[in-house]
């Protein structure tokens, strides 16, 4: 099946610094999604890719959906304590039923 | 709008109970989404429905899990009989594609504990 796999899988990084942490899958999506999770809630909905190359910004995070259609980039500048959580990159298929596939996550710490 | 709601947020059972969690989506939405999130394996999906039909189980771990979605706006995932091994965050999740929507939202989860 699809694996996703996100690196680094962990990072700790002084606040105003900048993040970047990357998806890689062994197939092609269409699709391409990046949640964060806060301690003991569930994934919260960051930036939705749906074309190779594409680049969109929410804020101060930047995110690129790979020309091979195979990777995903994630940019977060001038890091904030509130940036602390786990990063999930996501997959997703167009056509029939859409099926969502999660990476490994990247947790991220921030030292004020 | 209330996004997903899940219930109950927290529940420790003893091993061979019967567990069941449930899940009201946001409203339009016509898929539902059941993970299981552990610090081994990440976030799992276990089963999803479109517009109230099962399309992919393959993610349930065995038949002591079944989940029913008997109307647009409720689901259920069940254990049956639980085992410690089931302890986890169990979440669900929502999608409305006819909105433009290809991100699913989660609700909180629901912990369980299998002692």
């Known amino acids: 099946g699809q694996q996703l796999n996100q690196s680094p899988q962990s990072m700790f990084i002084q606040e105003g610094e900048d993040v970047s942490m990357n998806c890689t899958s062994s197939s092609i999506f269409n699709t391409w999604l990046w949640y964060k999770q806060d301690p003991g809630e569930g994934p919260v909905l960051l930036i939705a890719l749906y074309k190779a190359g594409e680049l969109t910004s929410n804020g101060r995070l930047t995110a690129q959906f790979g020309i091979t259609r195979k990777d995903s980039f994630l940019n977060i500048s001038a890091s904030i304590p509130s940036d602390v959580g786990i990063y999930f990159c996501a997959g997703q298929l167009s056509g029939g039923y859409q099926k969502v596939t999660f990476g490994t996550g990247t947790k991220l710490q921030v030292i004020p | ?115």
Not at chain 2, 71 to 89: C, G, H, M, W, Y
């Open chain 2, 1 to 115: 709008d209330a996004g997903v709601i899940q219930s109950p947020r927290h529940e420790v059972t003893e091993m061979g109970q019967e567990v069941t969690l449930r899940c009201k989506p946001i409203s339009g939405h016509n898929s539902l989404f059941w993970y299981r999130q552990t610090m081994m394996r990440g976030l799992e999906l276990l089963i999803y429905f479109n517009n109230n039909v099962p399309i992919d189980d393959s993610g349930m771990p065995e038949d002591r899990f079944s989940a029913k979605m008997p109307n647009a706006s409720f689901s259920t995932l069940k254990i049956q009989p639980s085992e410690p091994r089931d302890s986890a965050v169990y979440f669900c999740a929502s999608r409305g594609i006819r909105f433009g929507d290809f991100g699913a939202f989660f609700g909180q989860g629901t912990r369980l504990t299998v002692v």
